[in-house]
């Protein structure tokens, strides 16, 4: 298929890393890649064979889009070898929350002193508390050794809440299924709004749906809103959004989660304006949707749950906020990962860097 004709050269953000080659990362860096952007992947084992192989695949409004882009081992050297001084102006992290805080060695190697880094991953991020009074101690249920936030800078990061819902169904493809939105915000309020303007720029001219926000933080609330109920209770119901959603029990749960959810934001100042109702049409509307948390459960693969919603009980905890519906779900789909990861389905150490 032809590429598409982008003129990259006003955007000095034309480097583009992408690490973890899953849904997300086919999603997005596929597309880059497709508009001229010059992107290189690090993967690990079927998937970045498939990828050396056959090229990177995305399968998108009824077509196949195929891309040939270089693609690493996490082995990866500083400047990907001393013949190839090439440091990319973005790295974009889309790998599983869980797998983050190993890669901080890899970040060390790859990011230069001007780079950026783009999580794009579920959950709240260990980020979340950076430059922020209420939420000054680290996360533990994400970044339990300080790792990543030894690793980058906060603002040298753009946060990112990423809505479109998409699938691996083989290594070095990438499907997409429902939505479009991207958000992306600066982490820390004295960070550059000029990189973070090039960036959204830069996605749009490749044709996706990006925007801007001055509280990313909100945009991220008003996301997990959906992923700590969706998420962990289809690990424990085997069911896709929308029949959780039409089951008139499993809804009510989902109120009262997000209610709860709710209130725990408003006690660290941060208030989405929108209500439990409204939160789950929005899911409804995208159909019948199979969670990442239940492909992942379905493939036996560990599950997200420390960053979804143990992060959240995290939060909880240090303000003395009452979750009893976010509790009792966290305790059983905690129960639910353990049984996923025996050891019949242990994976590599690499298992989620896809």
Same mark, same amino acid.
């Given at each position: 298929?032809?590429?598409?004709?982008?003129?990259?050269?006003?955007?000095?953000?034309?480097?583009?890393?992408?690490?973890?080659?899953?849904?997300?990362?086919g999603?997005?860096?596929?597309?880059l890649?497709?508009?001229?952007?010059?992107?290189?992947? @690090?993967?690990?084992?079927?998937?970045?064979?498939?990828?050396?192989?056959?090229?990177?695949?995305?399968?998108?409004?009824?077509?196949?889009?195929?891309?040939?882009?270089?693609?690493?081992?996490?082995?990866?050297?500083?400047?990907?070898?001393?013949?190839?001084p090439?440091?990319?102006?973005?790295?974009?992290?889309?790998?599983?929350?869980?797998?983050?805080?190993?890669?901080?060695?890899?970040?060390?190697?790859?990011?230069?002193? &001007?780079?950026?880094?783009?999580?794009a @991953?579920?959950?709240?991020?260990?980020?979340?508390?950076?430059?922020?009074?209420?939420?000054?101690?680290?996360?533990?249920?994400?970044?339990?050794?300080?790792?990543?936030?030894?690793?980058i800078?906060?603002?040298? @990061?753009i946060?990112?809440?990423?809505?479109p819902?998409?699938?691996?169904?083989?290594?070095?493809?990438?499907?997409?299924?429902?939505?479009?939105?991207?958000?992306?915000?600066?982490?820390?309020?004295?960070?550059?709004?000029?990189?973070?303007?090039?960036?959204?720029?830069?996605?749009?001219?490749?044709?996706?749906?990006?925007?801007?926000?001055?509280?990313?933080?909100? &945009?991220?609330?008003?996301?997990?809103?959906?992923?700590a109920?969706?998420?962990?209770?289809?690990?424990?119901?085997?069911?896709?959004?929308?029949?959780?959603?039409?089951?008139?029990?499993?809804?009510?749960?989902?109120?009262?989660?997000?209610?709860?959810?709710?209130?725990?934001?408003?006690?660290?100042?941060?208030?989405?304006?929108?209500?439990?109702?409204e939160?789950?049409?929005?899911?409804?509307?995208?159909?019948?949707?199979?969670?990442?948390?239940?492909?992942?459960?379905?493939?036996?693969?560990?599950?997200?749950?420390?960053? @979804?919603?143990?992060?959240?009980?995290?939060?909880?905890?240090?303000?003395?906020?009452?979750m009893?519906?976010?509790?009792?779900?966290?305790?059983?789909?905690?129960?639910?990962?353990?049984?996923l990861?025996?050891?019949?389905?242990? &994976?590599?150490?690499?298992?989620?860097?896809?």
């Open positions: 298929m032809e590429k598409s004709s982008v003129d990259l050269r006003p955007n000095p953000l034309s480097r583009v890393c992408v690490i973890g080659a899953g849904a997300i990362g999603f997005l860096g596929v597309q890649a497709h508009s001229g952007v010059d992107v290189r992947v @690090i993967a690990r084992g079927q998937t970045l064979a498939a990828i050396r192989k056959h090229g990177w695949r995305l399968d998108i409004d009824g077509r196949r889009i195929v891309e040939s882009v270089p693609a690493f081992d996490t082995d990866v050297v500083s400047g990907f070898g001393q013949d190839d090439w440091i990319p102006d973005v790295v974009l992290l889309a790998v599983k929350s869980h797998s983050l805080p190993s890669l901080a060695p890899l970040l060390a190697r790859v990011v230069g002193p &001007e780079t950026i880094v783009v999580p @991953i579920n959950g709240l991020p260990w980020w979340f508390g950076a430059g922020q009074t209420s939420l000054a101690e680290p996360l533990t249920s994400t970044d339990p050794h300080g790792e990543l936030g030894n690793a800078r906060p603002e040298r @990061i946060g990112a809440v990423v809505y819902s998409c699938s691996c169904p083989e290594p070095g493809l990438a499907r997409h299924g429902a939505g479009s939105r991207l958000v992306f915000g600066n982490v820390v309020s004295d960070s550059d709004e000029e990189r973070l303007s090039q960036w959204v720029k830069l996605l749009r001219h490749c044709g996706l749906d990006a925007h801007t926000t001055g509280d990313i933080r909100t &945009e991220v609330w008003n996301k997990l809103l959906g992923n109920c969706f998420n962990p209770v289809s690990v424990l119901t085997h069911c896709a959004t929308d029949v959780m959603i039409d089951d008139p029990g499993v809804h009510g749960v989902f109120t009262e989660m997000m209610s709860e959810l709710l209130a725990l934001g408003q006690s660290l100042g941060i208030a989405p304006a929108v209500s439990p109702a939160r789950i049409a929005t899911t409804r509307r995208l159909g019948h949707v199979k969670t990442s948390m239940l492909q992942d459960a379905e493939a036996g693969r560990p599950i997200e749950l420390a960053a @979804i919603l143990g992060a959240a009980i995290e939060l909880a905890v240090r303000t003395d906020v009452n009893p519906h976010c509790r009792t779900v966290h305790a059983l789909a905690a129960l639910r990962a353990r049984s990861v025996a050891p019949s389905n242990t &994976e590599t150490p690499h298992g989620n860097l896809r």
